[in-house]
């Protein structure tokens, strides 16, 4: 396991208050830890967002930071709270009222990956759950609350988009049978995260490059969402979860031909994504 539990990508110069974040794109695969479980190479990478740390790479050069996991999603979980502890996973965890993420295996330390295989043999210690929440947990949130603190600082609010990515297969019952599907899912809570203004321009950024938009369905957003989105304090969050079918291959978790091309349409985004969060002076000297 990587000794730094993210990348920070930082812009030369920082102009834009929007944060973008990739909590699930870490493939610091350790031997320790495939060690423990029973999942080949391939399986294990099933709920990874494999990828999306690279689609948005020219967040800095457009003057937003770029924060990245290391740790990959089957390790820890980063869109959890740290207390989402699984006892059906975690010896010496008591059982708390129901939670569908821990039921489901999801917590902050997953029990199962895609399609509900599991990761492990049997349980793992808590000990070992805590080790990985304070090492990787912790520093990750604690540097993505200091750019959003430093971007509300510099241009009163703060902007994050919480990049994610979904199988093909989760958008097939979204809209009437043989429709068109979106190809973005946007989630702000169902407005509880972002204000108004923010999602739609953000929307915006999507459906003027040519893709297709839907809010909150299937996904609404997670903890990172639902935590860090505050817009009466001007502090916005939306997660985006782009159609991995748009660029890579899901069965063989490798790029497709089109990978380059659809970076580069996602380079347009980001560029009027982060013009969001400029200064109103700063938008206007740039028009």
């Given at each position: 396991m990587s000794h730094s539990p993210y990348h920070?990508?930082?812009p030369a110069t920082r102009t834009s208050s929007v944060v973008f974040a990739s909590p699930h794109s870490g493939r610091d695969y350790a031997a320790t830890f495939l060690g423990q479980a029973v999942l080949d190479?391939?399986?294990i990478r099933s709920s990874e967002d494999a990828f999306v740390d690279q689609l948005f790479a020219s967040a800095p050069d457009h003057g937003a930071p770029l924060?990245?996991?290391t740790a990959p999603r089957a390790y820890l979980d980063l869109n959890r709270a740290p207390d989402e502890l699984d006892p059906a996973l975690i010896m010496g965890v008591r059982r708390v009222p129901h939670n569908p993420r821990i039921a489901s295996g999801l917590?902050?330390?997953p029990r199962v990956v895609a399609n509900g295989r599991h990761i492990y043999r049997g349980k793992i210690t808590l000990a070992e759950a805590h080790h990985r929440i304070t090492n990787n947990w912790w520093p990750y949130h604690d540097q993505l609350q200091t750019l959003l603190d430093?971007?509300?600082n510099a241009f009163g609010q703060a902007i994050l988009i919480d990049c994610h990515s979904m199988?093909?297969?989760?958008?097939?019952n979204i809209g009437a049978a043989g429709g068109i599907r979106p190809e973005v899912v946007l989630g702000d809570r169902f407005g509880a995260a972002a204000g108004a203004d923010v999602i739609a321009q953000v929307e915006s950024a999507f459906t003027d490059a040519g893709l297709r938009v839907a809010r909150n369905m299937p996904f609404a957003g997670a903890y990172n969402t639902q935590h860090y989105g505050k817009p009466v304090r001007n502090q916005h969050a939306i997660q985006v979860e782009i159609d991995r079918a748009l660029y890579m291959n899901e069965r063989t978790l490798e790029p497709h031909v089109d990978f380059d091309a659809f970076k580069v349409l996602l380079d347009r985004v980001i560029s009027?994504?982060?013009a969001i969060g400029r200064a109103k002076e700063q938008r206007v000297a740039a028009e």
């Amino acid at each position: 396991m990587s000794h730094s539990p993210y990348h920070l990508f930082s812009p030369a110069t920082r102009t834009s208050s929007v944060v973008f974040a990739s909590p699930h794109s870490g493939r610091d695969y350790a031997a320790t830890f495939l060690g423990q479980a029973v999942l080949d190479a391939r399986e294990i990478r099933s709920s990874e967002d494999a990828f999306v740390d690279q689609l948005f790479a020219s967040a800095p050069d457009h003057g937003a930071p770029l924060l990245t996991a290391t740790a990959p999603r089957a390790y820890l979980d980063l869109n959890r709270a740290p207390d989402e502890l699984d006892p059906a996973l975690i010896m010496g965890v008591r059982r708390v009222p129901h939670n569908p993420r821990i039921a489901s295996g999801l917590g902050v330390v997953p029990r199962v990956v895609a399609n509900g295989r599991h990761i492990y043999r049997g349980k793992i210690t808590l000990a070992e759950a805590h080790h990985r929440i304070t090492n990787n947990w912790w520093p990750y949130h604690d540097q993505l609350q200091t750019l959003l603190d430093e971007g509300h600082n510099a241009f009163g609010q703060a902007i994050l988009i919480d990049c994610h990515s979904m199988p093909h297969e989760a958008l097939e019952n979204i809209g009437a049978a043989g429709g068109i599907r979106p190809e973005v899912v946007l989630g702000d809570r169902f407005g509880a995260a972002a204000g108004a203004d923010v999602i739609a321009q953000v929307e915006s950024a999507f459906t003027d490059a040519g893709l297709r938009v839907a809010r909150n369905m299937p996904f609404a957003g997670a903890y990172n969402t639902q935590h860090y989105g505050k817009p009466v304090r001007n502090q916005h969050a939306i997660q985006v979860e782009i159609d991995r079918a748009l660029y890579m291959n899901e069965r063989t978790l490798e790029p497709h031909v089109d990978f380059d091309a659809f970076k580069v349409l996602l380079d347009r985004v980001i560029s009027a994504i982060t013009a969001i969060g400029r200064a109103k002076e700063q938008r206007v000297a740039a028009e």
